[in-house]
């Protein structure tokens, strides 16, 4: 890639806290997606620091050819990571070309990111195991209701993230491309994914005998996922409220999820709940806290 062309390359003009670049030219037998569009080139600029809202965008041409250039946070890649959503932006920071780094800063950011380690998929899994749980439970309500196409595809959902908890555990960082990563794995969710696409079953039998198999999923696979959680909750002796949770920095990426996550702990016997009488003046109203 001819990296002179671009003004990124001056600090100054990239601006403060920068620590590199990485650079993606789109394959022209590939799709565009929702990053490249029609443009030639991708530039990520990366800064320590920068907050979401400071995110800028600058389109481009040099001679013929058409760019896109963005000014992203690390924080906002690593939490891509651990969230599971910008795929695309995680793709390209991961496979792009380093065309700019500054002291090896970017360099050591990305082989951080690559290695995937044990805190980052801790906290990763609890948040596909959390969708997981959630579109689950939406799958079973839409059948019950007899509601197929939408309970299909809630299925389908969960199966993608069974399929990134099982690529998790295998220590490999889910992709866009989670079904072929998952294939050469030979699965068990693979295998359930043929039978709800290609069975000769009605719609609703191929439905239910996955929502049977993720039942099991559920079951065996809950304490695993939800180690993080369950961690923190016996880290102290004090039973803990649902708002002290969602303010522990390890859980903000699951904030959302965590009623959801504490009554099916719960529910399986993997955490207690205790109730504590309200101040004064609240009646005979109790707040329900969680501990292990």
Known sequence: METTIFSILDEEKAGHGAIGAVGYRLDQAGSHDSLLHDFEFLIMVVHHGLEETERRI????????????????????????????????????????????????????????????????????????????????????????????????????????????????????????????????????????????????????????????????????????????LKILGSRKEAWGIQELAQVPELEHVKDELPLLLRKLVTRSLAQEITKAQKEGAGDSRELRYRV
């Open 58 to 229: 600058e389109h481009g041409m040099s001679g013929d050819s058409a760019y896109q250039l963005l000014h992203v946070g690390s924080r906002e890649i690593e939490q891509g990571i651990l969230i599971g959503d910008q795929r695309d932006s995680v793709k390209y920071f991961l496979h792009g070309e380093i065309i700019w780094d500054i002291e090896g800063k970017l360099m050591a950011f990305r082989s951080y990111i690559n290695e995937f380690g044990e805190p980052m998929k801790e906290r990763r899994k609890l948040k596909e195991f959390s969708k997981f749980l959630k579109v689950y439970g939406e799958a079973k309500r839409y059948t019950a209701e007899k509601d197929l196409l939408d309970a299909y595809y809630c299925v389908l959902q969960a199966l993608k993230h069974y399929a990134r908890l099982e690529l998790i555990e295998q220590g490999i960082l889910p992709e866009s491309s989670v079904w072929e990563q998952v294939r050469p794995l030979n699965s068990v969710v693979y295998k359930l994914f043929d039978e709800l696409t290609e069975n000769s079953e009605t719609l609703e039998q191929r439905i239910q005998l996955v929502l049977l198999a993720c039942e099991f999923t559920l079951a065996s696979k809950m304490a695993d996922c939800c180690a993080l959680l």
